[in-house]
């Protein structure tokens, strides 16, 4: 049974370009969380979501930020122009529905370089 | 006050004796709790949770939950150099949105 899977696990962009993160969730999960975590700091919490909905977005920066989960497909972050300040490894977590306070399983992380 | 809070470390302990791992965490309304490992480099690793007041044990791992005291823990017996890894702890309110609140994480280094 694979579980989270991320891509690109490793990301270079120059400042001022779009980044594109896909979180694919363990099979049978439909809640995908997506935390970020600066170098010596600890996870943030960024979005919430399940499909087509998101659920939470407190910990979303107001602007450059966003993130979709479709009906098909992965789940997508999306930075656009991009400051070195966003560099950091962002990590996506799921769980399965109807586990209300239930354990969170992470992905590998997409590890983003701004140069 | 942080939400949630840990004992940066390091924390060094020998090998095979017992690492005591602590978090307090200021959400009275706070209702799951997890222990999670990271390795440098590497994604977070639940090893842990914990709903209810007490103790559970899971191998070598304990997890001990005060609510009166907000204050969770986690003990590692028989500590082998393979645990030494970043402990992070996290919390989830009820009736949140789900969304787990971490500490900043516990360095931990076993020595062979």
């Known amino acids: 049974n694979a579980g989270v899977m991320q891509n690109p696990r490793h990301l270079v962009r120059r400042r001022g370009q779009e980044a594109r993160l896909r979180c694919s969730p363990m099979?049978?999960?439909?809640?995908v969380y997506w935390y970020r975590q600066l170098p010596e700091e600890g996870l943030k919490f960024m979005v919430y979501?399940?499909?087509?909905?998101?659920?939470?977005e407190s910990g979303m920066p107001k602007e450059r930020f966003s993130a979709e989960f479709p009906k098909e497909g992965p789940s997508i972050l999306r930075i656009q122009q991009v400051v070195r300040g966003d560099s950091a490894a962002y990590f996506c977590?799921?769980?399965?529905?109807?586990?209300?306070?239930?354990?969170?399983?992470f992905g590998p992380g997409t590890r983003l370089t701004v140069t | 006050q942080k939400e949630v809070e840990q004992n940066s470390g390091p924390l060094s302990v020998p090998e095979g004796a017992i690492a005591s791992l602590n978090c307090t965490y200021s959400d009275r309304g706070s209702q799951s709790f997890f222990w999670y490992r990271q390795y440098s480099g590497k994604s977070p690793e639940l090893i842990m949770f914990?709903?209810?007041?007490g103790d559970k044990e899971d191998g070598r791992f304990t997890a001990q939950l005060n609510k009166a005291s907000q204050y969770v823990s986690l003990l590692i017996r028989d500590s082998q150099p393979s645990d030494s890894a970043t402990y992070l702890c996290?919390?989830?309110?009820?009736?949140?949105?789900?969304?787990?609140?971490f500490g900043k994480g516990t360095k931990l280094t076993v020595n062979p």
């Open positions: 914990i709903y209810s007041n």
């Open positions: 977590a799921s769980s399965p529905p109807g586990t209300s306070g239930g354990s969170k399983y």
């Open positions: 979501l399940q499909k087509e909905n998101i659920i939470d």
């Open positions: 099979k049978g999960h439909s809640h």
């Open positions: 996290a919390v989830n309110r009820k009736g949140g949105s789900e969304k787990l609140v």
